[in-house]
Structures are given as C-alpha cells and as structure tokens.
C-alpha cells in the first residue's frame, strides 16, 4: 500500500492507494481517530452488486451503519438524489459526530460529498473511489450536483477526511469507464509532466493496460492533483489549470445531455480542441495529428456529432463556472507541462471552433 498526504489550506488527509486495501477498512478508519458515531454509507446500484455489501458488513461490525443505494450514472447528481440522502440522513439520526462514505466513481463522491458538505453544516466524509476517473475526483474537495442548466453548478468545497483507494476494484470496471478514467490521466500528464505523457503514448489499448501501469497511473495522476490542489484549495489561482478540456468538455456533456457521453470522452474531445486554439494563439508545438490518431485508437471520440450547432455549445461555455462578464475562460498549453488561462470573447471562441470542426471533416 502507497500512501500521499493531501495538504490543503483547510485540512491535511491521507490517501491511500493499494490493491485489496478496502478489506483493510476497519483498521485504516480506525486510525483516523474520528468520532464517527454514525456512518451513512452512500453507493451506487452498480457498485453496491460488486462492493457494498462486504464494505456494509465490514463497518458494520464496529459502528452504526446504514447502507443507502442511489441509480448508477451522471443523473443521481441531482436535487432529488440529495434531498433523498439529507432525507436518509435525517431518518437515521446522523448527527455532527456522524460521517459518510461515499463508495462509488466520480458521481458518489461529488453527491456524498455535497450531502456531507451541507448535512447540518457539514459534517465529516470519507471516499472509498471505484473508478479510475476517481483519481481525480476523489482528490482537492470539490462537491457538487448538476442544474439542468449545467454541471456542477451547485456545489462546495468540503475534503474528505481521508480517501481509500482499492485498485484492485478497478477490475470489474467496464472499458469504455476506464477510458474515462484515462482521458483525465492524459489530462495531468499534458498540463505537468512530459516523461509521464510520453509513457502513456505507448498505451494503444484500453484492455492491455497492466496492473503497474494502471498503479503506476493512479498514483501520479493523484500526485500532481494534490500538488496543485495543495497551493490552491479554492481555485483563485493555479487550480484553475486542472480545467484543461473541460470548458468544451462540460458544454459537450450538457448539450449531449448527461449520461449521453462519458466525462472523460467529453473531456479527450475538449482538450483537442483546447490544443488546437493553443496552436493558434501561442503556437503551441505539438503534432497534433498524432495526439489525434492515438485518442482515436483508444477508443476516445475525435469529432463533435453533426446536429449538435456551435452556437449551442459556445452559449453552453457562457454560462460555465468559469466564465466571467461574458468572458469565456480557457486553459492553454504553451508546451507540455506549461499551460495558462486565457480570456476570449464568444464571437472568437465561436469562429475557432468552426474553423476546428471543418478540420475534423477533412
Ligand atoms: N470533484 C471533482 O474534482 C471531479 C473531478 C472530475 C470529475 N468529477 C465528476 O466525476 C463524475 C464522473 O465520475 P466517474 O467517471 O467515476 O463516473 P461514475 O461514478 O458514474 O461511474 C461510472 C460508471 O461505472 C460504474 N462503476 C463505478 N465503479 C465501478 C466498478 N469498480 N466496477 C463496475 N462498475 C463501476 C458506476 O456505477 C457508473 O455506472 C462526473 O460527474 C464529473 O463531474 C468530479
């Protein structure tokens, strides 16, 4: 087992990554010296056939816990699923002793998390992540649900106390939620690190990857999120740069409606667009191309569907988080490793995407 201190502005937490560690349960939230005089344990249906019941029965057998299940997949980020789980909260007496496991992908954590951030104030959590995408969602805090107007945009920052990261879960995981997972690794290693990038390059399918690597992945992809995270707990600065192909990205999910594409499919799609206006404004030298055959042979999308109108996808990027006065914000890459935030108007942002997408047809 590997472990890495988490350490924020707010709180210092560890997280520990290891195959079959999650049979360790008891003894690591043991060590944490929490109060934890009630466990609401937050999972999803699909997860819950693999992992719940062992999980339940583990803690069961020290604390008080209640097991509550909520549908797989990007819809239970929403109003009703969070007023289900205060509900469930309240009926179990949970009270500022009390804490929640979220047990699941990126979706448990960010809606275990928001429940947990607004319980009473908020109250203690802790993540048992199952996705490889959790690397990243798991780490730096940020809770949310979705509006039908866009993701995320109703949400806190709240760390867990601690994350527990099993990989041995990741193998029941279905391929195209590991290329999920994938496309934000990819992320990390654009914005930090070119030797960590170039090994990834040798990756040409999703189902060869190896346990090392898939280790060997999970931890620097947590690595360079904490390191961030760690200078920048509330975005006001750096963190910002972690936003590299999500402003397309998250436009691309709203508009193909939630659940329709993954995250990380949506997010491979936006950094290629994200590389291609950094070519054009700061002549960013990559072979683009190439970054394009490999996503490709991954599996990721590497064009927008047809009937979905540019217009529709800027006005999706206007009312992003991170738009400000009308101004949408960008993270570029000036080389691998070196990226920056830069502010466009819609009109420009509009035309180069035009520009993009005649690119993809030829
Ligand atoms: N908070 C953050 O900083 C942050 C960062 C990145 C992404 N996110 C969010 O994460 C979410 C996506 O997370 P995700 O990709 O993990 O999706 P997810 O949680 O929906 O999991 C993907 C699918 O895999 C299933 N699954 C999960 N673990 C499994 C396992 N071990 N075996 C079999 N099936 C399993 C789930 O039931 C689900 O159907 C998005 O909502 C995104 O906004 C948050």
């Known amino acids: ?6 350490e ?5 937490y560890p997280i520990f990554i290891g ?7 008891v003894e690591l939230l043991s060590s944490l010296n929490l109060p934890m005089t009630k466990i609401l344990l937050i999972t999803d249906d699909e997860v819950d056939k693999h992992y719940g019941e062992e999980l339940f029965n583990l ?16 819809q239970a980020k929403s109003i009703d699923m969070f007023m289900k789980l205060q509900t469930e909260a309240i009926q179990f007496h949970l009270d500022r ?3 929640m496991i979220a047990l699941g992908g990126g979706v448990i954590g960010d809606l275990a ?13 802790l993540q048992f992540p199952t996705t490889l995408l959790a690397h990243d969602s798991a780490v730096g805090g940020k809770v949310a649900i979705n509006h039908q107007l866009g993701k995320n945009l109703v949400g806190a920052f709240h760390q867990p106390k601690a994350v527990i990261y099993d990989t041995g879960c990741l193998a029941t995981l279905p391929d195209k939620e590991m290329r999920s997972g994938l496309a934000e690794v990819i992320k990390h290693a654009f914005i930090h690190d070119e030797a ?5 390059f040798t990756i040409d399918s999703i189902v060869k990857i190896t346990t090392e690597q898939l280790n060997d992945m999970i931890y620097k992809g947590v690595s360079i999120k904490a390191a961030i995270v760690s200078q920048d707990e509330r975005e006001e600065g750096i963190r910002a740069y972690l936003n590299f192909g999500h402003t397309l990205g998250h436009a691309v999910e709203a508009e193909y409606g939630y659940g329709e594409m993954t995250h990380g499919d949506a997010v491979a799609l936006g950094m290629q667009f994200a590389l291609f206006v950094s070519e054009q404004v700061l002549n960013c030298p990559l072979d683009r191309k190439h ?5 490709k042979k991954l599996g990721f999308p590497v064009k927008l569907k047809r009937e979905v109108s540019t217009e529709s996808l800027v006005n999706r990027m206007m009312s992003d988080k991170k738009t400000r006065g009308g101004i949408i914000q960008f993270v570029l890459l000036d080389q691998i490793g070196s990226v920056s935030l830069h502010s466009f108007k819609a009109e420009e942002i509009e035309r180069w995407l035009n520009v993009w997408r005649m690119e993809e047809i030829e």
């Open 291 to 295: 970054i394009k055959n490999w996503l």
């Open 59 to 74: 803690l069961h057998s020290h604390w008080s816990v209640k097991k509550v299940t909520v549908p797989s997949g990007e």
């Open 97 to 99: 002793s009390s804490c």
């Open 8 to 12: 924020t502005a707010s709180l210092t």
């Open 113 to 125: 998390g928001f429940v947990a951030a607004t319980f009473m104030r908020g109250i203690d959590y």
């Open 19 to 25: 195959e079959g560690i999650r049979k360790n349960a």
């Open 1 to 6: 087992m590997k472990s890495l201190q988490i």
């Open 196 to 200: 960590f990038l170039k090994d990834l």
